[in-house]
């Protein structure tokens, strides 16, 4: 099974009031608040999920076109399952182990779960090697059978 590389995207992420100049504070999904004037400003994901909620079935175009947010930035939020497509919709995305259509995340349920189940095998594996060994002890240092020390008798 692959493994993921899980990176953070901050989806243009308001950090300064466009109003006042003050600090952006994070109020919740997507949300900001300006703890000086109180401003409220979105990041990528809020203002999505605002047009989302009063344009339901609007295809990533359409969402593109209205409030400027990238179709790649939208199919991110998908796969990170912020997002899902609606059971209306044509368009799917695949799971990227069997193919199998999905409306949101990386995997169909089958794949995800024979994925974390591999994750919790590698742990327990990786545990059992490590049991009955004292901390520290995981790794070797030196040479099998070397003195860690050497005495040296120095006369002045």
Same mark, same amino acid.
């Given at each position: ?15 300064? &009031?466009?109003? &006042?100049?003050? /600090? ?9 608040? &300006?703890?000086? &004037? ?80 591999? /994750? ?9 090697? /490590? ?26």
């Amino acid at each position: 099974m692959q493994r993921l590389n899980i990176s953070i995207n901050t989806y243009n992420r308001p950090t300064v &009031c466009s109003k &006042c100049g003050g /600090l952006m504070i994070f109020a919740g999904v997507g949300e900001y608040h &300006c703890e000086e &004037c109180k401003h409220v400003d979105y990041d990528d994901y809020g203002k999505v999920r605002l047009y989302i909620e009063s344009h339901r079935g609007a295809t990533a175009a359409q969402i593109e076109e209205a409030i400027g947010v990238e179709q790649k930035a939208i199919r991110q939020m998908i796969r990170e399952s912020r997002l899902e497509i609606s059971a209306e919709s044509r368009s799917f995305l695949k799971c990227d182990i069997c193919g199998q259509p999905v409306r949101s995340g990386r995997y169909c349920p089958k794949c995800e779960a024979q994925y974390h189940k591999e /994750l919790e095998e590698e742990e327990r594996e990786r545990r059992a090697k /490590l049991l009955g060994k004292g901390i520290g002890m995981d790794k070797e240092i030196g040479e099998k059978g070397s003195k860690r020390f050497q005495r040296t008798d120095r006369h002045l």
